[in-house]
């Protein structure tokens, strides 16, 4: 069990940092990066909580269909952050994988307290 601690806290952390990461992102206007960072940092803290939960999801889309099934459902985390997390989701891939697709401040700007907040509560929820 102390291997699964260690991990879940090392994807917490990875989660706070590449948060961070986005913010710096955000300051250069990287708007693309930036959105990206701020996906993978839900991404991890989502990992983490399942990992808490003993679930281990194996790809993106899994584990966005574990956040919904697991979390969302159980009350655990809101409808609406699961939305956003949803479109980060969707636009990470768009802006990943669509060569003539450009994020703009307006777009990116407003999943930056949403995804905080979404980690926070992961966060309290792993280590309450």
Aim: hydrophobic share 40%; net charge positive; aromatic share 14%.
């Amino acid at each position: 069990m102390k291997n699964i601690d260690n991990y879940i806290k090392y994807r917490i952390k990875r989660a706070k940092e590449t948060y961070e990461d986005a913010r710096f992102l955000a300051e250069r206007e990287s708007w693309n990066s930036c959105l990206n960072r701020l996906y993978y940092s839900a991404f991890y803290a989502v990992i983490a909580i399942l990992l808490k939960k003993g679930i281990e999801v194996k790809s993106h889309s899994g584990v966005k269909h574990k956040l919904g099934e697991e979390l969302v459902k159980k009350g655990l985390i809101s409808k609406d952050l699961a939305k956003i997390y949803g479109l980060l989701f969707d636009f990470r891939h768009k802006g990943d994988y669509d060569g003539l697709f450009e994020f703009d401040k307006d777009k990116v700007v407003p999943f930056f307290s949403p995804v905080n907040e979404l980690i926070e509560i992961i966060e309290n929820l792993i280590f309450e």
